[in-house]
């Protein structure tokens, strides 16, 4: 973890190299070494062993006024020693994960990186930003930007990626830049939060880690060493350690793919915005309330400072912005460079807020009175947002950040970003062209998503909309995929009652009514089979529901 | 982000237009960190250099803030008895190129014209 140097004032941070073996992690280092004038030390120099791990000292930048040394450490083939890979991975600040761009290379990468990101997961602190260098951009079948991407969505991961060829090193100062940014923002949130220790780092040069790796792992470097196993995996010799056998699981255990599908942007964002009473408005039983809620906002006192003339098309946020205008921070600032990459189209809605898209796959926000002249008021502004935010975490989806960009026009902006993800009424629809079967379950399936919604956002810090478009059942529960309103327009979350829940879910589902009369008979007879399963036990309210629905909605 | 490849190919253009040019490097305005970086005298430290003067160039920004100015910073002339320093602010103001050059080789202009040239479209 970073600390202050009280030696020299430096801030140490430590960047890690990891990555599948041969994927060119090493190179990148020398590469990097000779870019900056530092030199490389591999162990091999020293105690007269090879053992396959190279070390840069590099102190360059500043932060806060203090200069920044850099650790650069990278990862050996001979890594997937689980005890080694993990230290030195539980001491990094960022980790540069370098994979090889071959096609057949993906699925060990996207397995690498799915271990990479259950250790990370377990180290105290904040997040710990990973940025993917693709390297060996030069083959000429190396996979393409999207596929990359698209692996990334599936395992979940919100990685920055950045295309490298290490050998003539293309790409390498780029990423360590990069990686150096999102270990500034972490090292930032430590001294935020009082975790940033002043103390020489316990790891001071490449003669210190060569000797916590040997009191880590003891005899398992002395076989290696005594076998003269070159660029070898240990664990392709011997048999696979308890501890070993039970980080693989624990790291199986904690990939959780994501769904990820195109959903209607506009749909959503016009839906939240609309139900304030905007353009098009849809057929929830919440609009009134929603449409009064802004109404009784926009009545309100205006932000301080913020600018009157709000009509001009601002500019969109990219994807480099200084430390300390983006939240989360690490995590903020990877979903950014990852949403910035595609299109942006923007629009003014008629209650005065900015809302757009980017690309397919986010959803952007800046409400009416989110610009400031002045740009500590709009750090204020964001800190305050950040907190509803915070408070409502356990009830709204990560993939979203808050950011404060210049517009344009002088002045400064809030924006919140929020990644689309597929909701419940996205789900249900693809179940509505399958069979009664399928959409009798599904039925259900939505209902108990929806009516846990219903009591869960009673418990976030300000009302949110309950419709299908702006819920979704992901692991950990029903959550908000829509965006937050801002502070000043935010009032109390009401408690919902189960029955306000269902009466809303039944008037939202009307739209389906037709392909429900289709399949009514069947569906009824598959509810009907899943309630006689639980006879005896206490009728589940989403079955009952659900047959209800089916039953009376054609009377 | 242009990449180090086409920031140090406009940095050897920049040279071959000025005389007396002692060292350049891209900045990476928020860490101070060089993107790339070319020094003709062993005895300037880029590194260094680049790190301070990221922090003088948030400086002059926080002072713009506080004096209300609605302009963009484009670039910062600094004249030395014997030295010519200037910092170029690149299109989207993450970045900035830092060149310094020998006073008697040289002069403001050339450099102000050269580094338009061929900084022109970067970002």
């Given at each position: ?25 090493t ?16 162990p091999?120099?020293?105690?007269g062993?090879?053992l ?12 806060e ?45 996207q ?14 602190g ?5 940025v993917?260098q ?6 000429p ?18 990685i ?12 390498i ?7 150096v940014?999102l ?13 940033l ?15 916590e ?6 005899a ?42 195109r959903?209607?942007i ?43 003339d709000d009509t001009?098309?601002?500019?969109v ?6 430390s ?10 990877l ?26 796959s986010?959803?952007?926000h ?14 204020q502004?964001?800190?305050n947002?950040?907190r ?10 990560n ?11 002088g002045?400064?902006r809030l ?50 909309p ?52 289709a ?20 009728l ?11 039953d009376?909605?054609?009377? | ?21 002692i ?11 060089t993107?790339?970086?070319k ?18 160039v948030?400086?002059k ?14 670039d910062?002339?600094?004249t030395?008895t ?12 993450s ?10 080789s040289?002069?403001?202009a ?10 022109n479209?970067?970002?």
């Open positions: 973890m970073a600390v202050i140097d009280p030696r020299n004032d430096a801030v140490v941070i430590r960047v890690v190299y990891d990555g599948p073996p041969m994927a060119g992690k190179t990148s280092v020398r590469t990097l070494g000779k870019g900056v004038g530092g030199s490389v030390v591999a091999e120099e020293i105690g062993r090879t396959f791990f190279d070390w840069l000292d590099y102190t360059g930048g500043l932060f006024g203090r200069r920044i040394r850099c650790q650069v450490v990278t990862v050996p083939g001979q890594a997937t020693l689980a005890s080694r890979r993990r230290k030195l991975l539980q001491g990094a600040d960022v980790v540069v994960f370098v994979g090889d761009s071959a096609p057949q290379e993906q699925s060990a990468t397995s690498y990186l799915e271990g990479l990101r259950g250790v990370l997961d377990k180290v105290e904040p997040p710990i930003g990973i993917l693709a390297n060996k951009r030069d083959r079948d190396a996979v393409s930007l999207d596929l990359l991407r698209t692996m990334l969505d599936r395992i979940g991961a919100r920055a990626v950045i295309e490298s060829v290490a050998t003539d090193g293309s790409g100062r780029e990423a360590f830049v990069f990686a940014r270990a500034l923002d972490r090292v930032r949130e430590l001294m935020r939060t009082g975790q220790r002043s103390m020489p780092p316990e790891i001071d040069n490449a003669q210190d880690l060569l000797a790796l040997r009191r880590c792992e003891g398992a470097l002395e076989l290696a060493a005594d076998s003269g196993l070159v660029h070898t995996r240990l664990n392709d010799v011997r048999e696979p350690s308890l501890a070993a056998t039970a980080l693989e699981q624990a790291v199986r255990d904690n990939a959780d793919p994501v769904a990820t599908a959903p209607s506009w749909d959503r964002t016009a839906t939240a915005q609309a139900a304030s009473g905007g353009s098009s408005a849809t057929a929830s039983g919440e609009d009134r309330t929603t449409r009064s809620m802004l109404d009784g906002a926009r009545a309100g006192a205006p932000a301080p400072n913020a600018v009157a001009k098309p601002p500019q946020p990219g994807g480099d912005l200084p300390g205008r983006i939240w989360p921070p690490v995590n903020g600032r979903l950014l460079h990852a949403a910035t990459l595609e299109a942006a189209l923007l629009r003014r809605h008629v209650n005065g807020d900015w809302v757009g898209a980017l690309g397919s986010w959803q952007m800046s409400p009416a009175g989110a610009r400031f002249a002045d740009v500590d008021a709009g750090h502004a964001l800190v947002w950040a509803l935010h915070a408070a409502s975490a356990h009830v709204i989806s993939e979203r950040c808050i950011v404060l960009s210049s517009d344009g026009l002045g400064y924006w919140q970003i929020v990644r689309a993800e597929r909701s419940l009424r996205d789900e249900f629809d693809a179940a509505l062209t399958d069979e009664p079967a399928v959409i009798a379950k599904a039925l259900v399936t939505l209902t108990r998503a929806f009516l846990q919604a219903g009591e869960r956002f009673s418990s976030a810090a300000c009302w949110l309950l419709s299908l478009r702006n819920v979704a059942a992901l692991p950990g529960g029903s959550r908000f995929l829509g965006t937050m309103p801002d502070p000043q327009r935010a009032r109390p979350a009401e408690p919902r009652s189960q029955a306000t829940t269902m009466r809303l879910l039944a008037v939202q589902l009307e739209y389906a009514l037709p392909e429900l009369q399949c009514r008979t069947q569906a009824l007879s598959v509810l009907d089979q899943m309630i006689r399963v639980e006879r005896g036990a206490p589940d309210p989403t079955h009952g529901f659900a047959r209800r629905f089916l009376s909605a054609f009377v | 982000m242009a990449t180090e490849k086409v920031l140090l190919e406009s940095i050897a253009k920049i040279e071959s237009d000025v005389n007396g040019v060292a350049t490097a891209a900045v990476d305005l928020e860490s101070g960190m993107l790339a970086a020094s003709n005298r062993a005895d300037f430290d880029l590194a260094v250099a680049s790190a301070y003067n990221s922090e003088l948030k400086q920004m926080k002072i713009m803030r506080a004096l209300n100015i609605k302009a963009s910073l484009e910062m002339l600094l030395l014997d030295q010519i320093h200037v910092i170029k602010l690149l299109p989207g103001g970045s900035f190129v830092y060149l310094a050059a020998d006073r008697g040289t002069n403001v050339i450099l102000r014209t050269a580094l338009a040239k061929h900084l479209g970067l970002d």
